[in-house]
């Protein structure tokens, strides 16, 4: 049985951090680097960008039991179909578990700004943290209807 965690949360929670010492990872942002040059762009490319995350998954699932996903996943109207996607390419059973992110908008836009001064390659997103902030509060407040998807919820303490 193969494993695939994600991560749930609005941009500059954390879950980059949580990643950090995880392999192997896909994210969202580095696949907008690699594919589009641009770590901001998030609007543009995201069938590109999520339909490589998926392939990019399922192939490391043939080296791999545990493979980490690194993306917001607030947006409650593709969240399941992006997921079921990884499963029904994959050749592989495998699991799901989701880790969750507390969203707290104002602590995610001081981390961004503090990572955009020091120079950190990461999105301007500061602008989407409201707008994800309310889409992670409905996928809250909807999250016991999508429970029996994942063999387990856990929440972060980031």
């Excluded at 965690?5 to 980059?16: A, P, Q, Y």
Aim: proline share 3%; charged share 30%; net charge neutral.
């Amino acid at each position: 049985m193969k494993n695939l965690v994600v991560t749930l949360g609005i941009t500059g929670c954390g879950k980059s951090r949580w990643l950090k010492d995880k392999s192997p990872v896909i994210e969202t942002d580095d696949l907008r680097i690699e594919l589009l040059d641009d770590v901001s762009d998030s609007t543009t490319q995201e069938g590109l960008i999520f339909g490589t995350a998926a392939k990019k998954i399922s192939k490391l699932f043939d080296t791999h039991d545990t493979v980490y996903f690194g993306a917001t996943l607030v947006d409650s109207k593709y969240r399941i179909p992006f997921l079921q996607s990884i499963q029904d390419m994959c050749k592989h059973k495998l699991v799901i578990d989701v880790v969750i992110f507390p969203g707290i908008p104002e602590l995610s836009k001081e981390r961004i700004a503090r990572d955009l001064k020091s120079g950190v390659q990461r999105a301007d997103s500061i602008k989407f943290i409201d707008e994800q902030y309310e889409q992670y509060l409905h996928t809250m407040s909807i999250f016991n209807k999508e429970k029996n998807f994942y063999r387990s919820i856990k929440r972060s303490a980031e």
